[in-house]
């Protein structure tokens, strides 16, 4: 197809048409986005090396200046839209992908835009070292929401006397951790067939009074667990289960002065299952990991009204699993993130603890490519093992990825996957069934999933030609 | 020893005395050494059953249950070292153990035999870009969907599993376009309605009747007509009609001159879509590039642009699946003739 204008696209490799719908924040806006992204809707287009923009004529009397900054990506529209980004910016992105945005020199509001924001980011590195990150510009909403947490409680604030405040936060988690462990030693003496406990009312008064103490990540995990009461067979040694990850986090928590001086990786562990809110720059500082990271999938949970999206990669030379945490809220779009089936040539920095595996992306060397070789596969014993000796670190992770060559098949009514050394059941919402067993055809195939207490959740399958995201979506897609 | 037995020494394997420093940062309990040491002390109590007995005390209650005795050995040690308050407390101390070993100890259930598999299906699969093209018709043009699949089946590929799965649960009761979905699916799709009979409700019906037959050398016999899709009545108002066989230039004229002009509305908008639907596949990229500069008339912007999209995807839809149709006779030949050549030349 011939592009108008005569133009070139500017940056080929990287953006595609997909890209640009994966960043969109819901259908609808990729739907409105498309009846405008024709030539006949925009003037003064164009776009360089680091941008595009335009002038859209939208519904309203005034036509909405949009301008895109590519590297992050950063979205500027004048329209009156909540969304982000809107349709504008989604519709410019669509007509730039396609060749319908000629290369020019950039106008001078975008200029101004652009020097505008690499001001704040200099600034902004230059207090990384002493400063959380900075929020930013109103008339600037960046798209990357990646590991923000999106915690009620909040970043702890940069005011002066951290020590004070480092302090009075112990303080209140102590205190938070200490009511915890004794409403689920409560729960043991009464027991579990108290009736309350089928309600969400007890475990949502828990989950906010941590929130409260500032431990949100252990709220969450007691609401969590309001959900699976009763739900089905054998619940009840579940909830034990976790009564038991609960005491024995709330215990270690009110002792991490101690737990820090002779298991310090265990402690940093503890805080972060408690939900202590480390500085992305101090997460920055560690040192880096670079490897090309096999992406090799991604699960996506609603937690509180949020999206929470897990990125899972894969080293190819350090074999180390990491994890990409981001989070959006509602009507926001997640993406920005690498696609499950690519490759990515980067530094990670990781969180310091026990089974270190969530991750920041530092340094991209290379963009994501196509990974043409897939992730190393293990048989599902060579798995169990790799989750075991995390788990045997720290005994209270929920979650931990694998990556085997199995089938999937049928016992007793039951899907699971198995391979000579054995099987496993297939847990969660069992929606993506359908697609991994089509995809396979019954043969054995390359296969990405969570390891869950209860199960596996399959979450792409590596096929020769590509790779089929089956993870679960989370939220309002 | 029993399997439970087996989780622990492999959790111990994987050194498992994390939890009990979690548990009690003042115990200073060797775990590795002392449940060994349990476990070979007492063959006879697994921890299958004493985990039985934890669930049991926290299911009833510890204020009418008491706490089970641990068996010596690390829980024995670990409950002393962690000294609870109370009942409740040394259930939980051993639960957080207990369920630590276990789950680190993860192991495979028994191995489970393969499904019976899928005929082979030997049409290669639909090209990666008319795959990305049918992604967004769901989206965007589902009014196209049919004659992509008709297009598809006529140029001898079969859809991709994630496409036949889509669209199979969105269609399943459609058993008319079910019908052109399995031609386009070949054997998978039966194969899965066996496996999934309640998501793909409405197979076994298309199944009985007697068309597509998917698993019969589908890319031997002849292709479906592919006009089928454009062939069929469809209500055009008088003053529309003439367009559908018209020349390139009155279908253009008469529609941007009609939407510029504001007779052609959006209350027009479904006899429109249907028109683009039908018009002569050459007229599509035109039509596209003079309606998405005909844009004037503020009150038919929306549908001016909407119909320039469609025909865009339409003419981009059939290029594709033209092209590549060609493309993959052509590697064909390729491949016969170096095939051909080592014996040509020798």
Not at chain 2, 221 to 241: I, K, N, Q, W
Request: charged residues 20%.
């Amino acid at each position: 197809v011939a592009t108008s204008n005569g133009s070139e696209r500017v940056d080929e490799a990287v953006w595609a048409p997909e890209h640009v719908v994966a960043m969109a924040p819901d259908r609808a806006a990729v739907a409105a986005a498309r009846a405008l992204a024709l030539p006949g809707r925009w003037s003064a287009t164009g776009a360089d090396d680091e941008a595009v923009w335009g002038v859209c004529r939208g519904s309203g009397a005034e036509p909405y200046q949009v301008a895109v900054e590519l590297a992050e990506p950063a979205f500027r529209c004048s329209c009156p839209s909540r969304k982000l980004p809107c349709k504008h910016v989604l519709a410019l992105l669509l007509l730039w992908v396609n060749g319908h945005v000629p290369a020019l020199t950039r106008p001078g509001v975008v200029a101004n835009w652009l020097a505008a924001r690499a001001a704040r980011a200099a600034t902004a590195a230059a207090r990384q070292t002493t400063v959380v990150e900075p929020t930013d510009a109103e008339d600037d909403v960046a798209s990357r929401r990646t590991d923000r947490q999106p915690s009620t409680a909040g970043p702890p604030s940069p005011a002066p006397g951290p020590d004070k405040r480092a302090l009075e936060r112990a303080a209140r988690v102590a205190a938070g951790l200490g009511e915890l462990d004794r409403w689920v030693c409560d729960r043991v003496r009464t027991g579990l067939t108290d009736p309350a406990l089928a309600t969400y009312a007890p475990w949502d008064q828990v989950a906010a009074r941590l929130v409260d103490a500032q431990a949100p990540a252990l709220a969450n995990r007691v609401r969590r667990l309001a959900g699976v009461v009763g739900t089905r067979a054998g619940w009840h040694e579940h909830v034990l289960a976790e009564l038991g990850a609960l005491h024995a986090l709330a215990i270690a928590g009110c002792h991490l002065p101690a737990l820090a001086e002779c298991r310090p990786a265990l402690a940093d562990s503890v805080r972060t299952a408690v939900g202590w809110q480390l500085r992305q720059a101090d997460v920055l500082a560690q040192p880096p990991i670079t490897d090309h990271w096999h992406v090799v999938g991604r699960s996506d949970t609603l937690e509180d009204r949020i999206v929470v999206r897990r990125t899972w990669l894969r080293g190819r030379s350090t074999r180390r699993w990491a994890l990409l945490l981001s989070f959006a809220a509602y009507g926001q779009s997640l993406g920005g993130e690498p696609e499950p089936g690519t490759i990515i040539h980067a530094d990670v920095h990781a969180y310091p603890g026990a089974a270190p595996l969530r991750v920041l992306l530092g340094l991209i060397h290379a963009p994501a490519t196509v990974d043409v070789d897939g992730p190393p596969s293990a048989s599902l014993a060579g798995a169990c093992d790799d989750v075991g000796v995390a788990l045997a670190a720290e005994p209270w992770l929920e979650r931990h990825p694998l990556t085997v060559r199995a089938w999937p098949t049928l016992v007793d009514g039951r899907w699971v996957l198995a391979d000579h050394t054995g099987s496993m059941p297939i847990t969660g919402n069992l929606d993506g069934v359908p697609l991994l067993v089509a995809c396979t055809a019954g043969h054995s195939a390359t296969i990405s999933a969570e390891w869950m207490p209860d199960g596996v959740v399959p979450l792409t399958v590596h096929l020769v030609d590509g790779a089929v995201d089956i993870g679960p979506r989370g939220g309002w897609s | 020893v029993s399997a439970s037995d087996a989780v622990l020494a492999a959790a111990v394997d994987a050194d498992v005395d994390a939890f009990d420093v979690a548990v009690d940062v003042e115990a200073d309990v060797d775990v590795d050494a002392s449940v060994c040491a349990a476990v070979d002390a007492q063959p006879s109590l697994t921890l299958a059953d004493h985990w039985a007995a934890l669930a049991s005390a926290a299911l009833l209650g510890t204020d009418r249950r008491p706490a089970p005795t641990p068996p010596p050995g690390a829980l024995a040690d670990l409950v002393g070292a962690s000294r609870p308050a109370d009942d409740a407390e040394s259930v939980l101390v051993q639960v957080a153990a207990l369920a630590a070993a276990r789950r680190a100890g993860l192991r495979p259930a028994p191995a489970a035999p393969r499904l019976a598999s899928c005929p082979d299906d030997d049409r290669p699969l639909c090209p990666p870009a008319a795959g990305r093209r049918l992604d967004e018709l769901i989206e965007a043009w589902p009014e196209l969907v049919d004659e992509w699949l008709t297009r598809l089946a006529a140029a001898g590929f079969r859809l991709r599993p994630q496409h036949v799965v889509a669209l199979a649960i969105r269609h399943r009761t459609d058993v008319a376009r079910r019908a052109l979905i399995d031609q386009a699916a070949g054997p998978l799709a039966p194969w899965l309605a066996g496996l999934f009979p309640t998501q793909f409700a409405g197979a076994a019906r298309s199944r009985a009747r007697p068309v597509a037959p998917s698993n019969a050398a589908p890319s031997s016999t002849a292709p479906p007509s592919t006009a089928a899709a454009v062939d069929e009545p469809f209500p055009l108002p008088p003053d529309l009609a003439p367009l559908v066989g018209a020349a390139p230039a009155d279908v253009i004229g008469t529609l941007v001159d009609g939407l510029s002009r504001g007779r052609l509305a959006n209350r027009h908008r479904p006899v429109l879509v249907h028109l683009v639907r039908r018009l002569d596949p050459a007229i599509l990229a035109p039509l596209a590039e003079a309606l998405s500069r005909a844009g004037t008339n503020p009150s038919t912007l929306g549908l001016t642009m909407s119909l320039a999209d469609m025909a865009r995807t339409r003419a981009a839809m059939i290029t594709e699946l033209t092209e590549s149709a060609t493309d993959e006779q052509n590697e064909q030949n390729e491949q016969n003739g170096t095939t051909d050549g080592p014996d040509a030349s020798t």
